[in-house]
């Protein structure tokens, strides 16, 4: 049974270009997270999802960010014209529909914005 | 606002020893605890879960306990080896419609040298 499956592991854009970062969840689970963690600071949630749903975006930017978890795919983490203070490691974490189970946590995508 | 707080910040220590790992946490209305290890440039690796009605979890060497009441936990690491040098981050869940919407503290930087 496959972990949680980020990806890429690094990604480079420059500051104005769109990053989007994928993340499939471990099988059997039907709930997406997604956290980010900046340089010296702490993960930080931003959104939680399910299949075709956002249950709770309170952590997500209120420009430029936007999640999915379509039917069908990966969960797509999306920043549009990113800028230098986007620059971190993008978590995205997966547990199964029962409430009370531990969450799985993916290797993470580096973002870095020249 | 639930805030979580680990102490200390970095801890280094020989071969063999135990140790402790504090987590406090201002808000006790959590509905889980879950500690993880972080290793450097890599995603996190669950460790331990501990109920909000559960007092302690064991797995191996690590041992986590849950002071609900209080607002504080701690991870108890026996015979420590240079392997479980890492960083260990504590989260607390709150479950309800915000279940998996984590709050970490900032770490514990774990150094055991040989």
């Known amino acids: 049974n496959a972990g949680v499956m980020q990806n890429p592991r690094h990604l480079v854009r420059r500051r104005g270009q769109e990053a989007r970062l994928r993340c499939s969840p471990m099988?059997?689970?039907?709930?997406v997270y997604w956290y980010r963690q900046l340089p010296e600071e702490g993960l930080k949630f931003m959104v939680y999802l399910q299949k075709e749903n956002i249950i709770d975006e309170s952590g997500m930017p209120k420009e430029r960010f936007s999640a999915e978890f379509p039917k069908e795919g990966p969960s797509i983490l999306r920043i549009q014209q990113v800028v230098r203070g986007d620059s971190a490691a993008y978590f995205c974490?997966?547990?199964?529909?029962?409430?009370?189970?531990?969450?799985?946590f993916g290797s993470g995508t580096q973002l870095s914005v020249l | 606002k639930q805030e979580v707080t680990q102490i200390p910040a970095a801890l280094s220590v020989p071969e063999g020893e135990n140790l402790v790992l504090n987590c406090s946490f201002t808000d006790s209305a959590i509905y889980n605890l879950q500690w993880f290890r972080q290793d450097p440039g890599k995603g996190l690796t669950s460790l331990l879960l501990?109920?909000?009605?559960?007092r302690e979890q064991t797995s191996g060497r690590l041992n986590a306990s849950l002071d609900k009441s209080s607002g504080r936990s701690t991870l108890y690491i026996a015979a420590s080896q240079p392997g479980d040098s890492a960083t260990y981050l504590c989260?607390?869940?709150?479950?309800?419609?915000?279940?998996?919407?984590?709050?970490f503290g900032q770490g514990t930087i774990l150094t055991v040298h040989p």
């Open positions: 974490a997966s547990s199964p529909p029962t409430v009370g189970e531990k969450l799985f």
């Open positions: 099988k059997g689970h039907s709930h």
């Open positions: 501990i109920q909000s009605s559960q």
């Open positions: 989260a607390v869940n709150a479950g309800g419609t915000s279940y998996g919407k984590l709050t």
